[in-house]
């Protein structure tokens, strides 16, 4: 009779044994998704840059009825740097987005800082080049949109970089052993450029 006792509890403290590792499993289980949803919340998650275009314009014309009237020459043409980017964050305060335009051979680079950017899939930011700037490096060869031979461009939130797309594929950050030339990719509040479409792009931070 002891011995089928003993036998008894043996198999009482294996199902209990059983029980709690089954319960321990399912717990595992449970937190998997969670922390993966922890991990996931790195670079590119609250910003994403879904495309970059290139563009050669030329500069607007405007009216001008309060004193001598000049033309643009319509044959120079800017180069248009134009990226779209979606915002998780209902509303992030600024954000630094960094180019570096590959021109015949030359890396120039430029940032915008953006500010008060609501949510949205359809964000967008612009830079741009001036018609002399393409013709310095252009070095006597036609400008073409060919001439932009790639496009990087970074998004920057309080120094770290939240996302990186290239216009062309390329290996990331291929421009960091290329010698950079600053100075000549301006904003589009440097530019002509500057008064239109100000409900297309986002808000930029004053000097």
């Not at 060919?146 to 797309?165: F, L």
Request: net charge positive; aromatic share 10%.
């Amino acid at each position: 009779m002891e011995v089928w006792t003993k036998a008894a509890d043996l198999l009482h403290d294996r199902h209990l044994v059983m029980k709690t590792s089954l319960r321990f499993v399912l717990l595992v289980v449970c937190l998997l998704p969670l922390a993966a949803f922890a991990q996931g919340r790195g670079p590119g998650i609250d910003f994403k840059i879904t495309k970059i275009t290139r563009s050669l314009i030329p500069a607007p014309q405007f009216a001008y009825t309060g004193g001598q009237s000049y033309q643009t020459d319509q044959r120079d043409r800017w180069l248009q740097v134009e990226v779209e980017f979606t915002a998780t964050p209902e509303l992030t305060d600024e954000l630094t987005f960094k180019y570096y335009i590959l021109f015949n051979g030359s890396l120039l680079t430029g940032e915008v800082t953006h500010v008060n950017i609501p949510a949205g899939r359809e964000n967008r930011s612009v830079m741009y080049v001036p018609p002399r700037v393409l013709a310095r490096f252009a070095n006597n060869r036609p400008i073409t949109e060919n001439s932009c031979q790639n496009v990087a461009v970074q998004i920057v939130q309080q120094g770290t970089v939240k996302a990186e797309t290239s216009l062309n594929r390329a290996a990331p950050q291929w421009f960091a052993t290329l010698p950079q030339v600053s100075g000549f990719v301006l904003d589009k509040n440097q530019t002509p450029f500057a008064p239109l479409y100000w409900d297309r792009y986002e808000q930029i931070k004053s000097r």
